[in-house]
Every structure is written in C-alpha cells, then in structure tokens.
Nanobody, 124 residues
Framework: QGTLVESGGGEVQAGGSLRLSCRAS????????MAWFRQAPGKDREFVAG????????YYDDSVEGRFTISRNNARNMVYLQMNNLQPSDTAVYYC?????????????????WGQGTQVTVST
C-alpha cells in the first residue's frame, strides 16, 4: 500500500495564490489518473480537479474552473494544484488521490486510503 503526502497549504487573503504538492509512493502512480479533493468544515469531501496519467486530459469542478490548474511530474511521482484568485469559499483541507476508473470524468472515484491533507485558509 502506498502513501500520499500533501503539502503547500497555508493562509492567504482573498485574491491570493497557493501551490499545493502531493507526493505519491504508489508504484502505479505513473499510469494512474490523479485528482485533488477538498473537505470544508461540516461538509463532505468533494472533487476539485483531475488529470490523466499522461497529462493529456484534465477536468475541473465548475467552482474552480479558470482559477486552478492541475499538473503532474511522473518522474518525481508528484501532482500539483496551482490555485489563483483564492476565495473564502476555497477554505478546506485539500487531499490528493489516485482514481479507480482512470480519466473517466463521468465516474470519478478515489481509492479509500487518504493522506493527512493540507489546510488552505482564505481570509477576506
């Protein structure tokens, strides 16, 4: 079983930017679609952005489209989330995970194991 380690969170003012990083130790990382999810206090975890194994396909939730960019480096087993124009509604713990059904954006399903996440707090 591999591990997922997220980093790069912090506190910023509205309109600011952050870049999240995720290191995955899974052997299957280079051939796996990856995604970022987030969980705000009192809410369910939700999908934010996904990327295919070869970066050819990306998909974003409407709430972050045009502001966030997902990318990956397979040689380093890393996936990133560049977040611009952050808003208070983006405040959450952010997690990365592999996707069970690859880049089938109609069936986004992460695996059951999660990392510790990284906290993003956006103030007004």
């Amino acid at each position: 079983q591999g591990t997922l380690v997220e980093s790069g969170g912090g506190e910023v003012q509205a309109g600011g930017s952050l870049r999240l990083s995720c290191r995955a130790s899974e052997r299957t990382f280079p051939s796996s679609a990856m995604a970022w999810f987030r969980q705000a206090p009192g809410k369910d975890r939700e999908f934010v952005a996904g990327i295919s194994w070869n970066s050819a396909s990306t998909y974003y939730d409407d709430s972050v489209e045009g502001r966030f960019t997902i990318s990956r480096n397979n040689a380093r087993n890393m996936v990133y989330l560049q977040m611009n124009n952050l808003q208070p509604s983006d405040t959450a713990v952010y997690y990365c995970n592999l996707l069970q059904y690859g880049d089938n954006w109609y069936a986004i399903r992460p695996y059951d194991d999660w990392g510790q996440g990284t906290q993003v707090t956006v103030s007004t």
